[in-house]
């Protein structure tokens, strides 16, 4: 792993989205590395808690969406490094609100880049994408080369903002980096419900003594990233001058079955129960089957590979949402 300390400290950073489950880790990282942290953000979160609170209170703070073009403008100028977060997340919510889908995820990341463009072309962006993108896998474990074939507005939009980072990089010089993301989970999940990720919702309904809802048998198998080892990748990518107009997929490279996840939640927080329902229809036509990602551009080039596995993970994200 690399060590961060000497290159974030000091460093001017912007998270958009970073009173979100991803942005909050993040600024919580960037904090205890010693940089000047900025959070943008549409919403405050209406459950403040202790740990939200702790993090929170050590940032600037900066109320808006990022579609409105003055203030975006405004506070990416002086910016070293941005961690372009913001956006809506859900699938299956995607293919019901399209048109909006297309405002928030695509308006709203083209109005962030022309700002860097206009006022901050040498800053470095890191953008997570999704493993969505590649839609049914054909081979597996599946590499940055396999087709793309989005099965979601969701993943197609991801896929287009992928494109406007390196085409501004390309264009414009920044210095962008694209990750595709498997499943993160951890501490700090602001939202419950499968758009804000399928483990956290299994770990929450868990601790909380609510039925884990399974579709189908729960054998389809997936990348579970912890938290923390994404948070580290984000940061290796934005460090590494080798990673500028480049993609990496970032999971686990291990997987393990829906199933083997719900029983795993259960058996960490010592109740709940799981109850198998038949696939709803608008989750069955975006279900993409077995995922695991290939991580060995990401391990050769940003000398990243994850270092917690699924066990201690949920030990960790149970215990968490005990507190």
């Known amino acids: 792993m690399n060590n961060h300390n000497t290159f974030y400290s000091g460093k001017r950073v912007l998270v958009t989205g970073g009173l979100g489950f991803i942005g909050l880790n993040t600024c919580a990282r960037l904090l205890d590395l010693g940089a000047e942290v900025t959070a943008l953000d549409n919403f405050i979160p209406t459950q403040i808690t202790p740990a939200f609170d702790a993090v929170r209170s050590r940032l600037r703070l900066a109320v808006a969406d990022i579609r409105d073009a003055e203030k975006v403008e405004r506070v990416v100028r002086d910016q070293e490094v941005i961690f372009n977060l913001a956006g809506k997340s859900g699938a299956a919510d995607s293919n019901k609100t399209p048109l909006n889908d297309l405002d928030i995820n695509c308006r709203g990341h083209l109005t962030v880049l022309e700002a860097c463009r206009t006022f901050n072309p040498g800053v470095a962006i890191v953008f997570p994408s999704s493993r969505l993108v590649y839609g049914k896998p054909l081979y597996l474990p ?109 999971g686990d490279g291990q997987g393990t079955s829906l199933l083997e996840l719900a029983e795993l939640a259960v058996a960490t927080a010592g109740q709940g129960e799981i109850v198998r329902v038949p696939w709803p229809e608008e989750y069955r036509a975006i279900e993409t089957g077995d995922y ?20 201690e993970g949920i030990a960790r994200t149970v215990g968490f949402y005990r507190r």
């Open 142 to 250: 599946v590499d940055e080369k396999h087709p793309l074939a989005p099965e979601s507005i969701y993943a197609a939009h991801k896929l287009a903002v992928e494109n406007y980072h390196l085409i501004y990089g390309r264009l414009h010089g920044l210095k962008t980096t694209v990750l595709r993301i498997s499943n993160p989970y951890g501490p700090f999940q602001t939202g419950e419900g499968r758009a804000y990720g399928i483990a956290n919702s299994f770990i929450r309904a868990a601790v909380s003594g609510r039925p884990i809802i399974l579709f189908g048998d729960g054998s389809q198998r997936r990348d579970y990233l912890y938290i923390d080892d994404l948070v580290e990748a984000m940061l290796c990518a934005a460090s590494a001058p080798q990673a500028h107009g480049r993609i990496y997929n970032i």
């Open 292 to 311: 695991l990602s290939d991580i060995a551009l990401a391990r050769n080039e940003l000398h990243w590979s994850p270092c917690t596995g699924i066990h």
